[in-house]
């Protein structure tokens, strides 16, 4: 990353809220470089359609600032889902599909992030979307944590903007970007329908959003079939073990200290003692130790003095301090202490708010 750059990786549909999103990080930073993903999960048509928005935001604030790449998740779309009708039965909503293709998309994007040295990731969710769990407060901080556990800050740029659905539209139209009919806005479907993907498999998400969902009709059966979002959560903790797995599988291996910054929370990797490694995170950072030693059971000896946390793995020491500091003991190898950093510290939910 280039000295002066805020490099932010943006999940970006290629609708009204991206957009919008979009622009607003570039208009309130000079210093933003957006890096917009635009994923296809294999059931998607029209992928190619968010470039529309993307070239209007490059004429707009220069090409220089933004790049655009499409990511193909099938592959972590299916691991996530499998077995897709036990999942269904287990959470009484089919709603859990839309769960594991958004979790699919931000653990590509954790990849993304980790593979080039970027610590914010962002998107387009919004407060006036909040008829699915996907928006709720309560699920999105289940989704700032997955993003906290690889060292990522995950914001929202227009979640609590005023104007909802067409004071958005207007924002669109003011800045020049092109937008659909008005109408579409008012059934509660983007008006960038056309200049976004599309998902075959999640038609069935249109009777949760839409008008449709206050028909009398269907109002009840629209309401049994929903998935709240105590178990959203439930759902989605249980699919987040698999998406580390995959996140795991998929990051390059650190190559020296300066990437391990970028990679892991990590502001300084050194030396502590004749063999140990001291991994000390960004200030103000603190771990649930609690939350640690649960997550470690069954996976070495665990032994626990005050605010410091030990396991003892075959060849080596792992030492959690609640203030934010891991001591790898047993090993001079930073590159061997970021791997068991990664393994038994990164890899789990404990990061927790700073103070």
Known sequence: MKPGIRDVCMMFSGGVDTTLAAAHLLEEDASVRLHLLTFCNGYCVKVGA?????????????????????????EIFERLRRPLPELIRKYGSTLVIDLCCRLSFETAAVIYCLNNGIREVCDGTNIDQGV?????PDYLR???EFFASQGIEYFSPVYARSGGRLGRRQEMLKRGFSIGPRFLERLNITSSLFRQPFCLIGIHTFFFTSFLRRLPLLKNVIERCNLPVDRAIACRLERQAIAREIIRENVKPSQGAESVKIQERICTTRLCGQSAVEISLPFGTRIDLERLASSWQGQGAITRDGGLLSLSVPGAEVRVLVSGRVEIHGTKDQAQAIALYQRYVAGYDVFLPPQ
């Open 50 to 74: 968010s470039k529309t928005h993307v070239v209007e935001l490059q004429e707009k604030y220069g090409a220089d600032r933004l790049a655009h790449r499409i990511i193909y998740v099938s």
């Open 132 to 136: 699915l769990f996907l928006e709720r």
């Open 142 to 144: 289940v989704i700032r």
